[in-house]
C-alpha cells in the first residue's frame, strides 16, 4: 500500500488553521504589493482576497520548505495579470442617469490620491525628493524589479519568480537600475545645488 501524504489525511479545519498559521503572516506585505500593482485602495483589497482564495485553494500543493512569501507574491502577480488582461477585455459599465456634474466634480479631486501607488506613498515620507524623482524617472520594468528586490528585500530568486524572469534578468536589471539612480541622483543632486545657490 502506498504511503498516505499528510495532506490527503488533513481535515479542511487543520488545512485551514495550517493556512491562517503560515500564509496570513504575510497579508500586510501582500498589502503593499497589491496597493503597487493596482495603485487603488480598493482594487488592492480586491486582488489581496482573490490571491488568498487561490492560495487557499492550492494550499495542499503548497511544498513546506519552500518560500510561502515568494510563492503568495507569485500567485497575487497571475491574479493581477489575469485580472488586468479581463479587465481590459471588457470595458466600465455605468448608468448615465446615476452620474451628476457634482459627481464628475467630486471624483476628478479625489482622483490623483485614489491612483496612487504604495511605492509613491512610502516614498512621500523620505526627506529626499531628489530620489523619488530618480526612481520616477526609471522605465516601469526597472522600477518594479528594483521595489520587489530592494524595497521589498525579496532575494534575486523571488524577485525572478515572481515577475517571471530568468534571475540573471533580475541581476542585470537591479544592476542597472542601480547605476541609473546613481547617475539620476548625481545629476539631479548638482542642479538642486545650483537652484539653492542662485536662491
Known amino acids: 500500500m502506498p504511503a498516505t501524504s499528510t495532506s490527503e489525511v488533513e481535515s479542511e479545519a ?3 488553521a495550517r493556512f491562517e498559521r503560515n500564509a496570513m503572516q504575510y497579508h500586510a506585505v501582500l498589502l503593499r504589493g497589491a496597493r503597487r500593482l493596482t495603485h487603488s485602495e480598493a482594487d488592492a483589497e480586491d486582488l489581496l482576497q482573490d490571491t488568498l482564495m487561490n492560495a487557499y485553494a492550492g494550499f495542499r500543493r503548497f511544498e513546506p520548505g ?3 512569501r515568494a510563492w503568495l507574491f507569485r500567485i497575487m502577480h497571475n491574479r493581477w495579470v489575469s485580472l488586468h488582461r479581463t479587465k481590459q477585455r471588457r470595458p466600465d459599465v455605468f448608468t448615465v442617469e446615476d452620474i451628476t456634474d457634482s459627481d464628475l466634480a467630486a471624483s476628478s479631486v479625489h482622483l490623483s490620491a485614489v491612483h496612487r501607488s504604495a511605492e509613491d506613498e512610502a516614498l512621500d515620507i ?3 525628493k531628489v530620489i523619488r524623482e530618480a526612481l520616477n524617472d526609471l522605465p516601469e520594468v526597472f522600477r518594479l ?7 521589498q528585500g525579496l532575494t534575486y ?4 519568480a515572481l515577475l517571471g524572469v530568468p534571475m540573471g534578468t533580475v541581476m542585470s536589471r537591479v544592476a542597472r537600475s542601480r547605476e541609473r539612480l546613481r547617475v539620476s541622483l548625481a545629476t539631479l543632486g548638482e542642479t538642486r545645488r545650483g537652484e539653492q545657490r542662485v536662491a
Open 157 to 160: 530568486a523571488q524577485t525572478a
Open 126 to 128: 523620505l526627506s529626499d
Open 145 to 151: 524589479t528594483v521595489y520587489y528586490a530592494d524595497m
Open 14 to 16: 487543520e488545512l485551514a
Open 66 to 68: 519552500t518560500n510561502m
